[in-house]
């Protein structure tokens, strides 16, 4: 049967499992928005190509399935620039479809043509340029299993407007062939070997959790390989919720803002299990003194990533839960008793420096206000942040005992994800509470999408913690630069104002009597709420490794009487 390009391309979404996309039409792309009125897509109108992106990479996090996003040429496909990049740090499984002006204009600079492939190379797994209506069906196949497989990562189909609208015979291929594409999935026995044998010997080990492990879909791995080598687990920002915060073995997260115990256990560890992460200069402080003393075993899908920071003794090369799955047979049970007990009075002397163990002085923190929402969801929520202080203080304060409940931008640091990425967690998860934490400026970049939320009734609480700066900026123009605030203030507008105009229903704390029940308005009323936290202002996140410090060389918390 004959169809055209842009009815095979929604054949093909259909069949992939896709039954909602996010975008914004235009010209070269409005074909493909016709021929959606024929299929079971749901097409969420969002009012930014940004948003968009952002919310196919909150969709694709929530759910483990592909994001997709839809634009048009020219400004409408740039406009993705920024969430591809985002997702492609992130490793994040999304399909971008842009449309693009007829394959016999491309050259001559007709309107809105731009070379998105050419952009985007870098920041994808891979991308294509459709030309013809005849490449669609193989194309669309190829590109969802590229994004999903493997370690996942965006992929951009450029659609030329004369591929939408030729007709061809449709047929669907089953199969996927790519001979030059090979994840690899077991490592050798001789590698796992060689591990057993660090493992072995090893008397102060530690686990380092990343995104890897929720990618894999191997928490059950880690936690049985944690409790048979009872072994500690420190997580990276986007491996919270890989092994449930009140599991003894959990040391919370590592790196530049992690929690103290947690980097003095790394540097003091004589064996680094590195699980699906890539040692990112966040998580390691200065490399010529991380963890000086510690044999280092990666296991990594993407052989890319091995060596390319730190160098490891034994690296694994493949899925983490097959990997994980071959090895556990493999091991002993071992006695980490002492080893655990000393990381526990560090961990004591930590509880004396948090904000939580301050005595009660009238005044609304960040920190407060996030352990309230805690305590009144029972961390059961679906969390969005945006990128700033108020995303660390959720990781430390909110504590994940789920994976996939934490929807942030890790690697990229993307202001303005937050919003947007929840609006894509609630369409994947409608019977869950989702709730955006964001700061006064995050929050500011995509705004807009409020609007989104209200035309499409998203069943989500906004969090805004407003103390008038773009604070992290602003916290190390206070460490480093003498408290020369260059340009870090920010206005804004009445958010409840906004709020209200949007109709959305919306209330302002200013002390912390008001946040108990401002989060309960928030949870009992239907539909998006925005709760405005006027917060201290010059409030900092502690611990924090200075850039180029050791990871154990921290500034930390004073300890208040």
Not at 353 to 364: A, E, Q
Not at 426 to 443: C, N, P, Q, T, Y
Request: some cysteine; proline content about 6%.
């Amino acid at each position: 049967m004959k169809k055209t390009g842009a009815e095979i391309l929604m054949e093909c979404l259909v069949r992939e499992g896709v039954d909602t996309v996010f975008g914004y039409p235009g010209g070269a792309i409005m074909p493909v928005h016709d021929a959606m009125l024929k299929y079971p897509v749901h097409h969420v109108l969002t009012r930014h190509e940004q948003g968009a992106a952002h919310a196919a990479d909150g969709y694709a996090r929530a759910s483990g399935k592909v994001g997709v996003a839809l634009a048009t040429s020219g400004p409408g496909a740039t406009n993705l620039v920024t969430g591809i990049a985002t997702a492609k740090m992130d490793s994040s499984p999304i399909v971008c479809i842009t449309g693009q002006v007829h394959a016999h204009l491309i050259g001559g600079d007709a309107f809105q043509e731009t070379d998105v492939t050419g952009i985007t190379l870098p920041i994808t797994k891979h991308n294509y340029l459709v030309t013809r209506a005849d490449q669609v069906a193989q194309v669309v196949r190829e590109a969802f299993h590229i994004a999903r497989s493997g370690r996942p990562g965006p992929v951009l189909i450029d659609f030329c407007k004369n591929a939408q609208l030729e007709e061809v015979e449709f047929e669907y291929p089953e199969e996927v062939s790519l001979p030059g594409y090979r994840p690899p999935q077991h490592a050798p026995l001789t590698d796992l070997e060689q591990a057993v044998r660090l493992i072995e010997q090893a008397e102060r080990p530690v686990i380092l959790a990343g995104n890897g492990v929720l990618m894999s879909g191997a928490m059950k791995e880690l936690q049985m390989f944690a409790v048979k080598t009872q072994t500690p687990v420190a997580m990276t920002l986007l491996g919270l919720g890989a092994l449930p915060a009140s599991n003894p073995l959990s040391l919370g997260m590592m790196g530049m803002h992690g929690e103290a115990y947690c980097n003095q256990a790394i540097q003091k560890a004589d064996l680094l299990l590195a699980f699906g992460m890539r040692f990112d200069d966040r998580v390691t402080g200065n490399l010529r003194t991380y963890a000086p003393r510690a044999r280092k075993i990666h296991v990594e899908i993407d052989p890319t990533e091995i060596h390319k920071n730190v160098h490891v003794d034994v690296p694994l090369i493949g899925d983490l839960k097959t990997i994980l799955t071959d090895m556990i047979p493999l091991l002993d049970e071992y006695d980490h008793s002492s080893w655990l007990d000393e990381i526990a009075e560090w961990k004591t002397e930590t509880e004396k420096r948090s904000i939580m163990s301050w005595p009660d002085d009238g005044k609304l923190y960040t920190a407060h206000a996030i352990r309230a929402l805690w305590n009144a969801t029972g961390g059961d929520a679906i969390l969005a942040t945006g990128v700033g202080q108020h995303q660390m203080w959720a990781a430390q304060y909110y504590h994940f005992e789920q994976p996939y409940h934490l929807i942030t931008s890790g690697g990229a640091g993307t202001m303005g994800f937050g919003l947007p990425a929840a609006i894509g967690a609630w369409f994947a998860h409608k019977d869950r509470e989702v709730w955006l934490i964001d700061g006064d400026g995050s929050f500011q970049m995509t705004q807009a999408e409020l609007s989104t939320a209200v035309q499409e009734g998203a069943n989500i609480k906004v969090a805004i913690m407003n103390n008038g700066f773009l604070g992290m900026v602003r916290q190390w123009q206070e460490f480093f630069f003498d408290k020369r605030y260059a340009a870090t203030p920010i206005t804004g507008p009445d958010f409840v104002k906004i709020a209200d105009a949007h109709g959305i229903p919306a209330k302002r704390v200013t002390d912390p009597d008001g946040v108990f029940d401002a989060i309960e308005f928030a949870h009992q009323t239907p539909g998006p709420v925005i709760i405005e936290f006027q917060v201290e202002q010059e409030e900092a996140v502690y611990p924090m490794v200075p850039a180029g410090a050791d990871l154990d060389d921290m500034l930390r918390r004073p300890i208040r009487q």
